[in-house]
């Protein structure tokens, strides 16, 4: 684990917008598909900006992988979930064993599901989990930093090293998953400290906590916050002060996937809170981010009000794992295909321009 | 076409409600998985639901079809549409030779489309085309009404057999899907009738009309809604005022899958008004309907905002076709998978009861 803050400015310098000039050639094609100008939504839209990230236009996403790191977190002294720590090596067994939801949903639009322990508290051995903990969880952040910033660091390049090793490995798209107990309060810290937003606004009730334990957690948040102040400079020392090793590994999944021009699809609420992580180091990831989906955890709205991003689906998830990654990449998946598979107006017989900015085939 | 009333009515009354009591054992399966109490959002809904369909605790989705049913309408001669009527023939012709978003999309699910001439203007021929023709498009709505009772019968009976064929063919869920350049205005005009709102709140600009044409095309459904007042009396005779010979027949294919217990994705703005004339019919229908998209469309949020249904994707499509039903068909199967491939607690070796309602593994 000898990620170094060098090592995070060059990986940060490195990192390069999508090709608008193909994006412009993939829109003139999509133009001239049988259909009206724009009458494919967002399929549209997220086929080309793959064009602009794999810097082709016929662009594939064939290879799908989900990498779903776990981590504990300090924090959960505090009361501010409903589900013990058991559950994160739990839940990391049932995913090794593929009985999880991400599971099921990763094998059903063919992706592969790659599960890295970062920071469990305890110790979890299993066929096929890839041991990478810098940390046996992070300590409490009401009390004081999540963890250091080389911990942080250390965390960020495990993320960078498991995308590189997913790349290498031929994955062509990558979706973002997590398994903590305990990780939706470092995720609202990170959400108020980043988005300057009230704990009230941005914390949720995760596991489904009481109307009276959201108050507690809300009161921890703001805790965390006020103890932290002086520590969070900057995206690094916020991370660390904050966030959870499962958060910065994905930040720096995200972080080596855009350095590569490999397409990212973002979990959900804990996921979106390392993504913003990644944007405030260099907003030029998000030329490389899909959001997959608006969690139903109260904060996530306000992250794509604050952002203007868009969320592809909303179907009220708040699983995490890398659920809505897999979902999502699905459709990103159909938006590639529609835009290299459908016929021109030329190929098909139909006038060009006759179809214009049309709906529902009328 | 021996459709008749007397048929129709003996449809109706044979159209049951979804099984509740192994909706309720599909709940009790559903909240033992290995995830917090209603994380999965809609898919959990979705697959409780197919559970009640097809009274089965494993319900399978695998077999799919897209039924897309061709007419003209003789309202395009009011200018309407951006768009002319050939290129209604000219889709067709497209849809047989699988260069059509429908084709793309269907492929990407494994769904087999399937294209039926209910009512185009000209005659069509084509490899693998389904010859229903009623009528060669309707009568122009401004002027009166769009088809006779019998001949909306006659589209209705043709919906009927085709869905009727495609089960018996082994069809485990069917997806509408409509071509005809035009049909967003007699859509407009049966969203009006039988939603009770003005025609300005319901028409959209279809084929990306200009403000001016827009104009234009609220007189014209406010034009076609007086003429017509009179014949408006109960669905079907609104249906054969109003409609088209495309969204009579989906209307019948809707009915004819409820009754045999097969769900229905229906598609987008176009499908929704066949599926509204079928739940003003019988609006025990609905339990067979999932609608798969909010379109782009104005008019569908409102149909969605009075009728309390929910839209499972929001990807600003206004395709058509079956585009969106495809899409959303998807995700029926991974709500299914959810609930029959997921591991529970006990399987899984978690402790019952730890998770419970939370949001993204925290």
Chains 1, 2 share one sequence.
């Not at 799908?64 to 981590?71: D, R, S």
């Amino acid at each position: 684990m000898s990620f170094t803050k060098e090592n995070l400015r060059v990986l940060l310098a490195t990192i390069e917008p999508v090709d608008q000039k193909i994006m412009a050639q993939a829109q003139h094609r999509l133009d001239n598909l049988t259909k009206p100008l724009g009458a494919l939504g967002m399929l549209e839209d997220m086929a080309k900006r793959m064009c602009g990230i794999q810097v082709s236009l016929t662009p594939s996403v064939a290879r799908k992988m989900i990498l779903t790191f776990a981590g504990d977190h300090g924090v959960v002294a505090e009361g501010v979930s409903a589900v013990p720590a058991e559950v994160t090596p739990q839940m990391v067994a049932n995913f090794l064993a593929g009985g999880a939801g991400v599971n099921v949903l990763a094998k059903h639009v063919g992706a592969e599901v790659r599960v890295i322990d970062v920071g469990v508290a305890v110790p979890v051995v299993g066929e096929g989990l890839i041991l990478a903990k810098v940390k046996a969880g992070t300590d409490n952040i009401r009390k004081g930093p999540a963890m250091s910033e080389d911990e942080a660091l250390a965390a960020l390049g495990v993320g960078v090293e498991v995308a590189r090793n997913a790349i290498n490995d031929g994955a062509e798209i990558l979706g973002t998953g997590e398994m903590g107990i305990g990780n939706t309060t470092p995720s609202a810290a990170l959400f108020s400290a980043f988005l300057n937003l009230p704990a009230a606004q941005v914390t949720g009730r995760g596991t489904g906590i009481s109307d009276e334990a959201l108050t507690h957690k809300i009161q921890v948040v703001e805790d965390a916050l006020a103890i932290n102040a002086a520590r969070c400079r900057d995206p690094l020392s916020t991370l660390a002060a904050l966030g959870g090793l499962e958060i910065a590994a994905i930040c720096g999944m995200i972080l080596e996937a855009a350095r590569q021009r490999v397409a990212v699809v973002v979990d959900g609420f804990i996921s979106s809170a390392a993504a913003l992580t990644a944007m405030e180091m260099n907003p030029t990831v998000l030329d490389y981010c899909f959001f997959s989906h608006m969690s139903g955890e109260q904060g996530h709205r306000l992250f794509f009000e604050k952002t203007g991003l868009k969320p592809i689906l909303h179907l009220g998830l708040r699983l995490g794992e890398g659920t809505g990654a897999a979902l999502a990449m699905n459709l990103i998946e159909a938006g590639v295909k529609i835009l290299t598979q459908m016929a021109t107006f030329g190929e098909a017989g139909v006038s060009p321009g006759e179809i214009l900015d049309g709906s529902d085939g009328a």
